[in-house]
């Protein structure tokens, strides 16, 4: 006999390994709200949260899932599509954008379909992939069009986790003092 599904209602949050740590790889709009983050310790989720259903993660189901939803987009929207794991997909949708009306009638295009899927979903577009990963999980906004050229100012203003750095370095990056990737950067009237 399977278990039932938690109602929606309750905060919903999977669970892996980082390491030897086991943290929280994966939360719903509920936990979110509540607190929770990925990358959090699942002990400390679990002590904070005591309606927490906690689920474990299935990364071998997850990645091919995500190749499945690359081959969806591999058919509808660009010829050229590639997996961002563990959660993300890099649409190369130079050329295809007039099809669908532009590049935000096609990024709309794709976020409704997906929640028509069910699966919530980010977007962003910017002048090279990095930039687009980096503003899509760190801008904040579900949608984000950086014009061509701004790429630069738009990153200053997220965090240095946002260069997808090797995490064990961010511990000691932050002891130095910088939060945002504009504090690395060289200022504009120094050479």
Known sequence: MGSAAPSRDVPLVLKGSDGRRRVVTAADDLALKMGVHIGMPVAKAEALFS???????????????????????????????????????????QGAAHLFGGEAALIADVRRRLADLGITSVAALADTWGAAHALSRFSGRETVHIEPGKTGEALRRLPIEALRLPPEMLPDLHLLGPDTIGELAPSRGRR
């Open 51 to 93: 309606e927490l259903v906690i689920l474990d993660a299935d990364p071998e189901a997850d990645a091919l899932a995500l190749e499945k939803l690359a081959i969806w987009a591999l058919r509808l929207y660009s010829p050229i599509v590639a997996v961002d794991p563990p959660d993300g997909l890099i649409l190369d949708i």
